[in-house]
T-cell receptor, first 114, second 110 residues
Framework: ETGVTQSPTHLIKTRGQQVTLRCSSQSGHNTVSWYQQALGQGPQFIFQYYREEENGRGNFPPRFSGLQFPNYSSELNVNALELDDSALYLC?????????????FGNGTRLTVT | GENVEQHPSTLSVQEGDSAVIKCTYSDSASNYFPWYKQELGKGPQLIIDIRSNVGEKKDQRIAVTLNKTAKHFSLHITETQPEDSAVYFCAASKTGQLTFGSGTQLTVLP
């Protein structure tokens, strides 16, 4: 069984640039959630995708956007990067059709904005 | 929205002793409470979860208790081992969107 994989593992960007992070969900899972984890803090919910549509969003501005593809993989896009966007971005997948199905996380993408 | 508070922020125990981490939540509609372990450089790993229709759940050395009336839930690790050293997060959810606590750095001293 393949777990959640994320790419790249590390990324350095300049303020104002745009970034795309990628996630492949665990085999058999078709719901993907994205979380932002600042250093020393717990993860914060960004949004969730199910059947290629956004299915819930946390308190993040519109410059954070996402996509889910027919194979259930997903992208997180962040426009107009700010210094505070520096964080570990985590993708998690879960089984569909069951609210509060356990989330399985990847190892994340460490984004540094300079 | 939901707010989850976690205590303590750091915890050191001797190998073989027990460790307890406590969380409180604010939204009485929350009905799912997972616990995650995060090692350095890795993503959170689900170690145990409990739903609101259950008061206690155990898996080998790990147990979780839930008090819905007081809106408290706790993680209990018995017979701690050095490999239990990590950051532990509690979380709460009612819709599949997890609200996490701020984490507990557990150190097991040999």
């Amino acid at each position: 069984e393949t777990g959640v994989t994320q790419s790249p593992t590390h990324l350095i960007k300049t303020r104002g640039q745009q970034v795309t992070l990628r996630c492949s969900s665990q085999s058999g899972h078709n719901t993907v959630s994205w979380y932002q984890q600042a250093l020393g803090q717990g993860p914060q919910f960004i949004f969730q995708y199910y059947r290629e549509e956004e299915n819930g969003r946390g308190n993040f501005p519109p410059r954070f956007s996402g996509l889910q593809f027919p194979n259930y993989s997903s992208e997180l896009n962040v426009n107009a990067l700010e210094l505070d966007d520096s964080a570990l971005y985590l993708c998690a997948s879960s089984l569909t059709g069951r609210i509060n199905s356990p989330l399985h996380f990847g190892n994340g993408t460490r984004l540094t904005v300079t | 929205g939901e707010n989850v508070e976690q205590h303590p922020s750091t915890l050191s125990v001797q190998e073989g002793d027990s460790a307890v981490i406590k969380c409180t939540y604010s939204d009485s509609a929350s009905n799912y409470f997972p616990w995650y372990k995060q090692e350095l450089g890795k993503g959170p790993q689900l170690i145990i979860d409990i739903r609101s229709n259950v008061g206690e759940k155990k898996d080998q050395r790990i147990a979780v208790t839930l008090n819905k009336t007081a809106k408290h839930f706790s993680l209990h690790i018995t017979e701690t081992q050095p490999e239990d050293s990590a950051v532990y997060f509690c979380a709460a959810s009612k819709t599949g969107q997890l609200t996490f606590g701020s984490g507990t750095q557990l150190t097991v001293l040999p």
